[in-house]
């Protein structure tokens, strides 16, 4: 089972992208996904996550009203929406995918989550 990220690239801020993420190999099916980003020398971080149950989505604060999470969860596929990109925005960002959600469970906790991709590149330049 993998998860593929795509859609990165390079943008002026105030623009937008747009990232993707499916799955390939054997079919499984989630609970949820959701995308994190690591900006160099940082650690990682949480972004944004979606629950197939009634497709309710969490953002961070720092990119909530700019970014919108959506997917698919019968094909395992999410995206990421990202509009009024800000320099502090760049990283590599990657999907992930929670198997089964348990109780104590955090959608923003990396730990969480089973199954991960190998991350985009997003670059903002100011």
């Known amino acids: 089972v993998q998860l593929q990220a795509s859609g990165g690239g390079l943008v002026q801020a105030g623009g937008s992208l747009r990232l993707s993420c499916a799955a390939s190999?054997?079919?499984?099916?989630?609970?949820?996904m959701g995308w994190f980003r690591q900006a160099a020398g940082k650690e990682r971080e949480f972004v944004a996550a979606?629950?197939?149950?009634?497709?309710?989505?969490y953002y961070a604060d720092s990119v909530k009203g700019r970014f919108t999470i959506s997917g698919d969860n019968a094909k395992n596929t999410v995206y990421l929406q990202m509009n009024s990109l800000k320099p502090e925005d760049t990283a590599v960002y990657y999907c992930?995918?929670?198997?089964?959600?348990?109780?104590?469970?955090?959608?923003?906790?990396?730990?969480?989550?089973?199954?991960w991709g190998q991350g985009t590149q997003v670059t903002v330049s100011s």
């Open positions: 992930a995918a929670v198997l089964r959600y348990r109780s104590g469970s955090s959608w923003s906790r990396e730990y969480d989550y089973d199954v």
């Open positions: 190999g054997r079919t499984f099916s989630s609970d949820g």
């Open positions: 979606i629950w197939w149950n009634f497709h309710t989505t």
